[in-house]
C-alpha cells in the first residue's frame, strides 16, 4: 500500500479529479455527479448570477474557469454568450466537447489548461465563473488562481465565485477526512475549507470588490452546511 506521502508525491495538483471523471465516463456519464446522483447545482448558480441584474447582455465573453463536463458553459452559450471553458482533467474535457456537440453549439470552447498557469488572454473577458474550484486550492496558490482571474478580465469585469466555507458542520466528516480545525486543511491536502473572514480578505488582495452575495442550497455530501456565492467586481 502507497503512504500518504507517495500519494501526494504522484499527484499532478492537490485535488487531481481525473480519475474521477474518468470513472464517470466509463460509466456513462456526461458530467460530475454528487453522491445522491443529482448534478451538481448549475442552475441554482445560473439563477443567482442572473437575479441580481449585474452580468452584460450575451454575447459578451465569458469564461468557465473549471467547467468540468461543460453543463453550464452550455448553459451560458445558449442564452448566446461567448464562452470558453477550461478544466485540468482532460477526461472532463472530453466529456464537454462532447456534451457541446450534441446540444449543437459553436460559441463555446473547451479547453484543457491549469488554472495556476493558464494560456488565455490578458484583460479578455467580461466575466469568469468560477465554481466550487477556490476550496480545491491551498496556500499561495489561492491567491495565485484569484489574481490570474483578475488578469483575465476586463476593466470592471465580473468573477462569479463559489466556495465551500467554513468546517463542516458534521463532525463525522471532520473526523472521516481528518480536517484539522486550526489550518482548514483535510488530511490528503485537497481541500481548504477556509472562513468567510478569510476568503473576504483574499478577495481584497487580489484586487475585487463583492457587489453581490448568497448562500446556496445544503450540499449532498455534507447535510446542512451551504456553499457561499459571491459576484465579485475588478477594481481599477
Known sequence: MKSLKQMLDQRKTYYDHEPA?????????????????????????????????????????????????GELAIMLARAGYEVIGTDYSATAIKLAIQNAQRAKLKQVKFYCQDALKPQLRSSFFEVIFSLNVLHCLIGQDRMTYLNNCRKLLKKCGLLVITSMVDLPKDKKIIKEFGINPRTGLDKYRSRCYASEKQILAEFRRAGFKVIFFARGEARDSYPGDEDYFWILQKRL
Do not use: H, I, M
Open 21 to 69: 471523471y474518468r470513472k464517470l465516463a466509463e460509466k456513462g456519464e456526461q458530467g460530475w455527479r454528487s453522491k445522491s446522483g443529482q448534478t451538481a447545482n448549475f442552475r441554482l448558480y445560473w439563477n443567482l448570477a442572473f437575479a441580481p441584474g449585474f452580468l452584460p447582455k450575451p454575447e459578451a465573453r465569458v469564461l468557465d474557469f473549471g467547467c468540468g463536463g
